[in-house]
């Protein structure tokens, strides 16, 4: 697993996935965090990750009750629901790759309420990024952090404006493999100095606080 | 009136290796969401977009579109192109910003 000592696990709109993966992390020592990645009406992706499944489900909850239409297999692929012993236990019918229809400043405001972290998804790339898709970051929303991908990280690609100078943005700046394939995990990753893999101590880190820090 | 017609009458650069310009279009759609296009977009639908990324495909696919129209020049991804060839999808290009594209081509498809 490239050496990760933390995972976390954000599919499409949905957590189906989590529990059994986190079943798995405490056997293999791999601290596995639960979360989401959200999509909002103006097709921002958001990622939002939580300590605990309870919060996590109802996130789900949330989005599933704003998100429509069905998939279809022959063009997206399979949603299917797996369970630690690798045996699919059932599958997901729900458009996951579309757009709920709730705000982007909702999806925010959500995942705060649930004491989630907030992270904006691969803002440097040109599509589903906040900065793709708005032009700017909206004025007093309660980020917690900016994702960059692992083209920023790889310099492969560079969206003049969006990747060039991120740090401009005023938001801690955290960067992930975004795998959609196993192959691609740890692609790209980042060093937390904390006491513990928890939301808090995320947090805490990406303020600098205590002590705690953010290398990327 | 057929897609070949109307990439030769605007002057669209065809990106996709691709076998189906006869095909009748029925109408057109614009938008840069794919949630947006996928509620509403129809079969034979010609899709005006900004969009690059490659899950422009898939909505085409799914929607069964006649074709992708790619505005003001931009660039059509790597990936974008080479999934526009397996699923038999055009991806065509114009210089021109999306009010003028859609403007003559509305007008072509008899829209005013």
Excluded at chain 2, 9 to 35: C, I, M, Q, R, T
Excluded at chain 2, 50 to 57: F, G, S
Aim: with cysteine; proline share 2%; charged share 25%.
């Amino acid at each position: 697993m490239n050496n990760l000592d933390i995972v976390g696990i954000c599919d499409h709109n949905s957590a189906e996935n989590v529990m059994a993966t986190q079943k798995i992390g405490q056997r293999e020592k791999i601290a596995v965090i639960g979360g989401i990645e959200a999509a909002s009406q103006e097709e921002v992706h958001v990622l939002a990750l939580f300590d605990n499944v309870k919060e996590l489900f109802e996130c789900q909850e949330i989005i599933y009750e704003k998100l429509s239409g069905f998939n279809d297999e022959k063009v997206f692929g399979k949603q299917l629901i797996i369970n630690e012993n690798n045996e699919v236990t059932g599958s997901n019918d729900r458009l996951l790759i579309g757009a709920t229809s709730l705000s982007l400043q909702k999806i925010v405001q959500t995942i705060c309420s649930l004491g989630g972290l907030t992270i904006a998804s691969h803002i440097d790339r040109g599509s589903f990024s906040i900065i793709a898709q708005l032009g700017f970051i909206p004025e007093g929303l309660l980020l917690d952090a900016l994702e960059l991908s692992l083209n920023y990280k790889h310099r492969t690609t560079c969206f003049a404006g969006r990747g060039a100078n991120p740090e401009l943005y005023g938001f801690p700046l955290v960067t992930f493999s975004d795998a959609h394939f196993l192959k691609d995990i740890g692609k790209s990753f980042t060093i937390f100095l904390m006491e513990e893999a928890s939301i808090g101590e995320i947090k805490k880190a990406l303020s600098g606080e205590d002590g705690r820090k953010v290398i990327i | 009136m057929k897609l070949h017609q109307i990439v030769k009458e605007l002057g669209l650069e065809v990106k996709s290796k691709v076998s189906n310009l006869d095909k009748e279009v029925s109408g057109g759609y614009a938008s840069d969401l794919l949630s947006d296009v996928i509620a509403n977009a129809k079969k034979d639908n010609i899709w005006i977009t900004l969009q690059i990324h490659q899950n422009i495909v898939g909505v085409g696919t799914l929607k069964e579109l006649i074709g992708i129209i790619i505005v003001n020049g931009r660039e059509p991804e790597k990936e974008t192109l080479k999934k526009a060839e397996e699923e038999n999808i055009p991806i065509m290009v114009t210089e021109l910003p999306a009010f003028e594209i859609i403007g003559k081509l509305y007008r072509m498809l008899g829209g005013c």
